[in-house]
């Protein structure tokens, strides 16, 4: 008996080989453009990029700038445990890995298992410091080189200088760069004495209304780390984001802008207190010193964004169309988790809304949060096209665990993740499979395209 439903199934299985055929062109072209760019690169070890069966070493990935590799984390930052921290030394004994068991379920994407291997080893570490001092050095410094440098993470006590002048808030020319930094710091307690520094009689109703929420959502600014308790450190906040609410009124104080403040205040502390974060006292920090860093961090939060000014504009229309694109980003990626998704009712907005605003500060342990920064800051004006691709590349992480919920547990499992464990090593995954995926997607639009 014939099956009258065969010249449709035909037709399908040759849509689907197609489909394979066309993927598989993708990926080898992708690959090809990759190895081009590392061509006549000098990369300790083998270069190799691989699908499926093989394990893909993000380590020899490079970035969109160039020549970034994610195994150059310096000492300071890798780490071998979860529970160590950035002040805790390496151990680099042994070959430690990590793979996700849940990990991006794209059959029709790059490699299925991502492992990477014992990161920054002796010589690479030392060879990459010696390129920071060098690159520091110069009279006039080349910030393309210092963000392709950044971009694999910067070492911890070079981090305050380097994100200065990756913000340009620093000037390149170092014979003018403490000169500029003075004036600057002098400029930011004369609009404190301006704006902040008076009685309520002066503000108008809208001013006091934004100061009272600024002051009620200081004490909630990353609650579980102790440091952001200390009554000093609330004071700082509601003064640089005050300030920069009041010179910035097409926006004014948007609840998340907190947040973002944060990085900023740990790394720039970190010239003058030493030890864990959750061991800082206000009370060892000179009054003057405390203005110096407040300083930095209102004009490095005002240089941030500046390049994403209408994320904090009335109905943030910027990270509105950010998370259409990552709707659709993720759609191309892995079609059965998105598919999964939209049939069960998930809208995009409902979780990812967040992780724009607050840049992943509130989804990752917070002693994370300044190696992200660290590429996100590298990546200057390119940045929110680029969150798109660590987003996708964050949230296909739990791929199968997803699959498997209905609407009212993926709303409680996205806003809960499972990252109080995560430590450098998967930080680093998400960042080099979001790189893999920018090559892919990111100068053919048209993939995108639903």
Request: proline share 6%; hydrophobic share 35%; aromatic share 10%.
């Amino acid at each position: 008996m014939i099956n009258p439903r065969g010249g449709e199934e035909d037709r399908i299985r040759e849509t689907a080989s197609s489909s394979s055929s066309n993927l598989d062109f993708r990926f080898s072209q992708t690959l090809r453009n990759i190895q081009g760019l590392l061509k006549g690169r000098s990369f300790p070890g083998k270069v190799s990029i691989t699908r499926c069966s093989d394990p893909l070493d993000p380590s020899f990935l490079p970035s969109p700038l160039g020549d970034r590799r994610f195994s150059d984390s310096d000492a300071s930052q890798v780490r071998q445990t979860d529970t160590l921290t950035e002040d805790k030394p390496q151990n680099r004994s042994g070959s430690n890995t990590v793979s996700f068991s849940d990990h991006t379920n794209t059959s029709n994407m790059g490699s299925q298992n991502i492992s990477i291997p014992n990161m920054g080893a002796r010589a690479t570490d030392s060879a990459r410091l010696m390129k920071f001092a060098k690159e520091l050095s110069e009279p006039t410094l080349a910030i393309e080189k210092l963000r392709e440098l950044a971009w694999s993470g910067v070492p911890q006590y070079l981090r305050p200088t380097v994100w200065r002048l990756l913000l340009g808030y620093a000037p390149s020319n170092s014979d003018r760069r403490e000169a500029v930094l003075r004036r600057k710091r002098e400029e930011y307690l004369d609009c404190v004495a301006l704006h902040y520094d008076i009685p309520d009689t002066e503000r108008t109703e809208e001013e006091i209304n934004m100061l009272r929420q600024i002051s009620l959502d200081c004490p909630r600014t990353v609650p579980d780390v102790s440091f952001f308790q200390q009554e000093e450190v609330q004071k700082s906040l509601e003064r640089i984001l005050y300030t920069w609410a009041i010179r910035h009124p097409a926006s004014g104080y948007v609840q998340g802008i907190n947040d973002l403040a944060t990085p900023f205040l740990v790394v720039f502390l970190s010239e003058y207190l030493e030890g864990y974060v959750e061991t800082w006292s206000m009370t060892d920090l000179p009054p003057e010193k405390m203005l110096d860093v407040e300083a930095d961090c209102y004009w490095c939060l005002t240089k941030l964004l500046d390049g994403m000014q209408d994320h904090y504009t009335f109905a943030q229309p910027g990270i509105q169309r950010l998370v259409f694109k990552l709707k659709e980003l993720v759609g191309r990626i892995d079609e059965p988790c998105s598919k999964h998704m939209e049939d069960q009712g998930l809208e995009f907005l409902q979780f990812a809304f967040r992780w724009f605003n607050c840049l992943l500060i509130r989804e990752i342990p917070f002693d994370l949060v300044t190696r992200l920064w660290d590429t996100y800051l590298a990546e200057g004006d390119a940045l929110p096209d680029f969150l798109v691709y660590i987003y996708a590349s964050f949230l296909l992480t739990w791929s199968d665990t997803l699959q498997k919920l209905d609407f009212q547990e993926m709303v409680m499992f996205l806003q809960h993740l499972p990252t109080h464990n995560w430590n450098h090593l998967q930080l680093e995954t998400v960042l080099s499979r979001a790189y893999m995926w920018y090559t892919m997607f990111n100068d053919s639009p048209r993939h995108l395209a639903c």
